[in-house]
């Protein structure tokens, strides 16, 4: 895989990494507009990881470090180029950036429904936590 680069999303990426996440990703977030992705650039412009290969986004992962937990969001690999290590190299450096914040252990948004994903996950050393849920309220402004 000597051609996948995988960097930090530049604020002139924004707009085409939520395109992406319309024919990659499994879902939508309440944040997926430019202003909310512009947000998360803005206060951790090292959050979104971008892999590329030779110069087309072909894949994304966000490695959110709060300073007390490393999560992970939008793991993404466009279909075209799934099944050949995308993810895996994503997963890597995403763990990477919180071992070197002092991360201890990541956690990871995957979707109930997404089967599919479950399977990668697992093979990545990640597993459903089974002592709580994830409980959530949508803020409005």
Known sequence: ?????????SEADLAAVLAFWRTAAEGTSISDDLAGVERLHGRDPEALLLARRDGELVGTVIAGFDGWRCHL?????????????IGSALLAAAEERFVALGGRRADAMVLDRNERAHGAWDAAGYHPEDRWTRW?????G
């Open 1 to 9: 895989m000597s051609d996948l680069h995988i960097g930090h999303a």
């Open 73 to 85: 969001y939008r793991l993404a690999v466009h279909p075209g180029h799934r099944r050949r290590g």
């Open 136 to 140: 959530v309220k949508p803020l409005t």
